[in-house]
């Protein structure tokens, strides 16, 4: 038996976990919070900051650690998988240079825009307030995103019409990144509809899975704030209806060049799972963001479908001989996800939330344990989002239906959209990317 460690305590890494015990490991977890779902699935956790890596070599050497996966992008971008692999332990995700695809956006688009990746877009690097008004001037100001280097938990971006609404508006964000020290990109406002592509890499071969389209806004009808994703959709023809095969190859094929510029530049490879979200627009298809990782939800519509071994995926990631000899199941998917009320701005934490094991397990529906800690055998909530629920189906409909009827096993002071995977909505996506085409 091979012995895995995951590294993360979300629910992206509760599937990550659980597929790699579908493939036969003997699981280990490291997290800095303790994730009931790892906690069940794991032969022994250890409950610790994600960045410790000397703790996490000790814990890897201990349990005769494989191999580790990293789930979240935070201990990527400050160097794990060197750590770790300088120590012995092989690993599943990129070095610190590779990462910085994720931690770095300055970094990202300097990449694409030298070596000429199709899907980039024209963005300009400031670190004074130089030039800004210049700038603003030559792409239209109503055409502007900012975005400030490093990670930002997806809140630090900020898009003309959504959080900026005038120059002024532009240029105080500007200003108060400058006087932050924070360097920044402005750059063109893409407008569409957004799909995630996640892949499996391993230095040279970039092989996909299930397109995802996530719903970033709190409420339904997509109002309110931002979150962190309130779920996702996948179809069971893998693609989105908005989104053509043509669509899927152009992402994968500058995903494939992004990997090899990655190697031009910076000498090393880039291995483990890359997430590409695209949009797709009326002037082609345009590259949002790289992530270092899976997504969160988006982890959960694909991984479940995945017919192959993931154990055997990650040991070629890590061997360099990944060839498409797996599948993923031509089902639809639908993740609910259910976030304590008042969520993300004024979280109602430390409520119970019940859920009803018997009978989620009646409906069908898959659910995973997100930002939840057990006490006492109790679940309680914090302050970000609590559990991620799944259904799957031959078609969408039925898909969103058996989610919704596993959310009613869950009891708490919760809430989610009752709007992600419906006809509805997806008719609203439809309609919106045709008046684009056809305009
Ligand atoms: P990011 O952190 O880069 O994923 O940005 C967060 C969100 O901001 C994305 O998921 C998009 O919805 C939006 N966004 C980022 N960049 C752009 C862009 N160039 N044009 C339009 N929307 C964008
Ligand atoms: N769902 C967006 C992310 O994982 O960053």
Redesign the pocket.
Known sequence: MVNCLIIGHGAREHVIGETLVRGGANLFAFMSFKNAGLEDLSKKIKIHSETDFAAILDFSRQNKIDFAVIGPEAPLVVGIVDALEKGGIPCVGPTIEAAQLEGSKIFARNLLEKYKIKSNIESKTFDSMDGIVNYIKDIGEDNIVVKPEGLTG?KGVKVYGDHLFSKKDILEYCQELVDKKNRFLLEEKCIGEEFTLQTFVDGKNVLGSPLVQ?HKRAYDDDKGPNT??MGSYSMEDHLMPFITQIDVNLALEDMKKTVAAVKAETGVEYKGFLYGQFMKTAKGLKLIEF?SRF????AMNVLPLLKGNLVDICLSIINRNLSQNFEFERKATVCKYLAPEGYPVNPKKDEQVIINTEKIKNTGAKYYYASVYREGGLIFTTTSRAMGILGIANSLEEAEIIAEIGVKCIEGKLFHRKDVGTRKLLQKRIDHMNSLLNH
């Open positions: 997806g996530d962190g994703g992530n997504g969160d939800p988006e």
